[in-house]
């Protein structure tokens, strides 16, 4: 068996979040919409759920070499049988299995349903303020491509899974087929800071317009413009929130605000303006 270790190209003390973040990058280069080889895109699948299901891994970490059930104690001869429900008939046609790969019961253990399938969707952050609907092409490890229409509701956060079941792959056909994981991206937006639901921009205004005061248009995530007064002797890093202008909570009506965060920088002034700013000075 492949180690999923390998696969993924992560160490065997790798992180949830590393193993999460590997498995992301490739099985974006190895998707077969994109031209990615469909077994290689199996592969990665495969050893990314090994490697996400605590039990699956300690498993893939620690293998017994006669299979489950059968458990050595170190430094002594004392070994226990766990027959569970199936007896020892089960226990010993493990041991053939995989020791001599036969089977003298004549009994073939397959899985008890086709594996899940994995889609990414990229999303922009401005579209989340909208309930969304996509259709996406699906295709099972047997070639058979078919179309999901996946409702991606408001609000909706990077990272969140919506499960479509008994509609991912169909290889066995005497088997309950996998189910569907839709997987959301949220693309990041440059001009803003995600605080929560709450945004934060930064406008940029001159030391000049900072003394005496001005008025300034700050764009919002769904492409309004708001006009936002700097009081005289505004300071550097003073915040002005615009109430209801943030992002919604996935499947509510509360909005967050967006939050204007106020950089002052020094203005470049010629000769004669810096000689009113000395005389202005010499008054104090």
């Keep these: 068996m492949a180690d999923a270790y390998e696969i993924l190209g992560v160490p065997r003390g790798a992180s949830d979040a590393d193993i999460k973040r590997a ?16 077994a290689r895109f199996q592969e990665i699948q495969s050893a990314y759920e090994t490697l996400s299901d605590p039990v699956k891994r300690q498993q893939h970490d620690n293998p017994s070499p006669f299979g489950h059930g059968f458990h050595g104690h170190p430094g002594g001869s004392h070994f226990e049988f766990h027959f569970g429900g199936g007896g020892p008939e089960d226990l010993f046609q493990q041991f053939f299995n995989q020791s001599f790969g036969g089977n003298p019961f004549q009994r073939q253990h397959q899985p008890r349903r086709n594996k899940d399938l994995r889609v990414q969707i990229n999303v922009t952050l401005a579209s989340t303020l909208e309930q969304q609907k996509k259709t996406i092409s699906v ?33 066995f056909d005497t088997l309950t087929r996998g189910d569907l994981y839709v997987i959301i991206n949220v693309e990041n937006n440059n001009r803003y800071e995600l605080h929560g639901i709450n945004l934060l921009t930064h406008l940029d205004i001159d030391s000049i317009d900072a003394m005496l005061g001005t008025e300034m248009t700050v764009p919002g995530i769904d492409g309004r413009e708001f006009k936002v007064k700097i009081p ?3 300071q550097h890093d003073t915040k ?44 104090q």
């Design 139 to 171: 295709q099972t490890t047997k070639g058979d491509r078919y179309q999901v229409d996946v409702d991606i509701p408001r609000g909706v956060n990077n990272g969140t899974t919506i499960k479509y079941a008994q509609m991912g792959d169909n290889m």
């Design 240 to 283: 002005f929130g615009l109430q209801g202008q943030g992002l919604f909570d996935m499947n509510s009506p509360h909005r967050g605000d967006l939050i204007v965060n106020v950089r002052v920088k020094t203005a470049q002034l010629n000769e004669a303006q810096l000689n009113i700013l000395r005389n202005i000075r010499s008054i």
């Design 23 to 38: 498995y992301r990058k490739l099985a974006g280069q190895h998707h077969p919409d994109k031209g990615g080889d469909t």
């Design 232 to 234: 005289q002797g505004c």
